[in-house]
């Protein structure tokens, strides 16, 4: 069965700094694919950033960065340069190749501070 | 710009009176997802739709119905609302693609409100 993990229930960060969002994640598929999506209070799931299991490279999108160490089964989200607009919650989620159900953490509600 | 839209956005229903709520999309994506998602929770599957064939979720109430009458168009239907079923509905899509699994575009949601 897949299982997606996020320890932290809520999280602050100064605005203009780093910050990382953690997920680990168990699965006995051998190839699947590893998303992030931020929530805002409206509601909208926006989807940030995407990381294939055979990917020997870590993603990014902009300001988004995919720390993938698939030994440990682990696929923290960094946001650096953090914003005011950052403050939301946040999902990361799995879906087995070929298949059709995503499965999502908890989340990870994030607060930025001015 | 393609899209997810959903509509309404806020409906409010009488407990045990029918509700449908409404979902399209521009994308032309195969695939289309309902999600119910309460308060500081993930998203729960519901069902999916890939082309024409449906696909229930085993844990999903005989309570929730949903059509799919073209690529475009997707319905949920509640056939008789209960307070526990007062939530936010999300609306998903995705192309299906044997090799990578693809990202899921929403919709805003509607948030159901059972009185």
């Known amino acids: 069965a897949q299982k997606i993990t996020q320890t932290q229930p809520g999280m602050f960060v100064q605005e203009k700094e780093a910050v990382t969002l953690d997920c680990t994640y168990d699965t006995s598929d051998q190839s699947y694919g590893l998303f992030w999506y931020k929530q805002p209070s409206s509601g909208e799931m926006i989807f940030l950033i995407y990381?294939?299991?055979?990917?020997?490279q870590n993603a990014t999108e902009g300001r988004y960065s995919l720390n993938f160490q698939k030994a440990r089964k682990s696929a923290n989200l960094v946001i650096s340069a953090s914003q005011l607009g950052d403050s939301a919650r946040y999902f990361c989620?799995?879906?087995?190749?070929?298949?059709?159900?995503?499965?999502f953490g908890a989340g990870t509600r994030l607060f930025v501070k001015a | 710009d393609a899209m997810v839209i959903q509509n309404p956005r806020y409906q409010v229903t009488q407990f045990g009176k029918p509700v449908t709520l409404s979902c399209s999309q521009t994308?032309?994506?195969?695939?289309m997802y309902w999600y119910q998602q309460k308060s500081s929770q993930a998203p729960k599957l519901l069902f999916h739709y890939y082309d024409k064939d449906f696909n229930n979720e085993a844990d999903t109430p005989d309570n929730f119905q949903s059509r799919r009458p073209n690529t475009s168009f997707c319905f949920l239907d509640i056939r008789s609302p209960g307070l526990g079923d007062a939530a936010m509905y999300l609306c998903?899509?995705?192309?299906?693609?044997?090799?990578?699994?693809?990202?899921?575009?929403f919709g805003p949601g509607t948030r159901l409100t059972v009185t």
């Open positions: 989620a799995m879906r087995a190749t070929g298949g059709f159900k995503t499965i």
């Open positions: 998903a899509t995705s192309n299906w693609a044997p090799i990578n699994p693809l990202e899921q575009y």
């Open positions: 994308l032309n994506h195969n695939v």
């Open positions: 990381q294939g299991s055979y990917d020997e």
